[in-house]
């Protein structure tokens, strides 16, 4: 009989401490501790996800384990995510692995979260052959990747400020929804009229992305409760009024919000596509999460002829099913790391 290859998968770059396991491609476990702690301060707090991390880690690797029906000894490598992210979220997660490898005296593998959202699409059938396109976008980042196989990736866009979950977020608070606000954006966007308001669209050439004209246009928009998305001062509305215009206008501001970052977002990946003459696309990333995006997707692949491809939700938020993936392809290869390899904030590839 063959021997299986079974990876045990780290990853803990942000807010989410994740723990996963893969057998010859295959995802048997993917469990995710979401860090609550955070939703108080708007944000997360970097020393609160690190010593949340630390409490989280070990009954999320029990947890995974359970539920594979695997145990330690089954483990052939252990995999987690290098960077980028916040660096103490990170040093819990490689430490972890690191001790872990060496206890079990098994090979390690040090992951890159940006390429590991990319290949979250090869999980689940039917897969994106090479090369294709991803457009992953997080709260911390936006970016066009050509894939030309599972270790060859070249960022050709990317934000010169906001991530699209960034943007989002950021106008949720605008609105005065609850950190991570894209998500309640996506619901309430689901009742409005996304033609209703029209926010600024950037001027940007080639293949980047630009989020801070939009914020800037929400912004004044709700300073002047709907008059103008400049700033005048003349125009500027009493917290009472703003408010009043919120509320009343919520679901469509919602709609007109989402449909904007969306067209943005759509624009460029039509642009990316035509360049490149690939047609096989995929998206990736916490905001692939996003109803209005997973639409317009799949109708400018009918439109265009394209192939498109969607993780499945648990798989576009940070998890380790998608470490675990990546860590089978690098298994594969037998590209391992030695328990000096670096962990870095930085996003370098
Ligand atoms: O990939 P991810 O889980 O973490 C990062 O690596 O950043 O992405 C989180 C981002 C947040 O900004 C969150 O608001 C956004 O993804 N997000 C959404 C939706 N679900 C998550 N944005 C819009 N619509 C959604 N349904
Ligand atoms: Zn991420």
């Excluded at 021997?3 to 010859?24: H, N, P």
């Excluded at 390690?108 to 039917?126: E, F, G, R, S, Y």
């Excluded at 001062?233 to 007109?256: H, R």
Aim: charged share 20%.
């Amino acid at each position: 009989m063959n021997k299986t290859t079974t990876i045990l998968a780290i990853e803990s770059s942000c807010d989410e401490t994740s723990a996963g396991i893969c057998r010859d491609g295959k995802i048997l476990s993917n469990r995710i501790a979401t860090q609550k702690v955070h939703e108080q301060y708007g944000g997360v707090v970097p020393e609160l996800a690190s010593r949340a991390h630390i409490q989280n880690i070990v009954p999320v690797v029990e947890l995974a384990l359970q539920e594979a029906g695997v145990t330690l000894s089954d483990i052939d490598a252990v995999a987690f995510t290098k960077a980028p992210g916040l660096i103490g979220s990170l040093l819990v997660g490689s430490q972890f692995a690191k001790s872990l490898a060496l206890a079990l005296n098994k090979p390690l593998l040090a992951i890159h979260h940006m390429q590991a959202h990319v290949l979250a699409n090869l999980i689940d059938d039917p897969k994106p052959a090479f090369p294709f396109l991803c457009l992953t976008v997080s709260g911390g980042h936006t970016q066009i990747v050509l894939c030309e196989s599972t270790s060859q990736m070249k960022v050709i866009g990317e934000t010169i400020d906001d991530a699209a979950g960034e943007a989002f977020d950021k106008a949720a608070k605008l609105l005065g929804l609850p950190y991570p606000g894209g998500p309640l954006i996506d619901k309430y966007a689901k009742e409005g009229d996304p033609l209703k308001f029209n926010f600024a669209e950037p001027r940007i050439q080639g293949l980047d992305f630009s989020f801070s004209g939009v914020k800037t246009s929400i912004l004044y928009f709700l300073q002047n409760a709907g008059k103008s998305h400049m700033y005048k001062p003349e125009l500027l509305a009493t917290e009472e009024e703003k408010n009043k215009f919120i509320q009343d206008n919520l679901a469509d501001l919602c709609a007109s919000i989402q449909h904007r970052i969306v067209s943005i977002l759509m624009s460029k990946l039509k642009k990316a596509a035509i360049e490149t003459g690939i047609r096989h696309i995929c998206i990736a990333g916490g905001v692939s999460a996003n109803s209005g995006l997973r639409t317009a997707l799949q109708e400018a692949g009918k439109k265009h002829g394209w192939k498109t491809y969607i993780p499945d939700f648990q798989y576009c938020t940070d998890n380790a099913g998608m470490i675990a993936i990546t860590a089978y392809y690098k298994y594969l290869a037998g590209d391992f790391d030695t328990l000096s390899v670096e962990t870095t904030a930085r996003a370098e590839w």
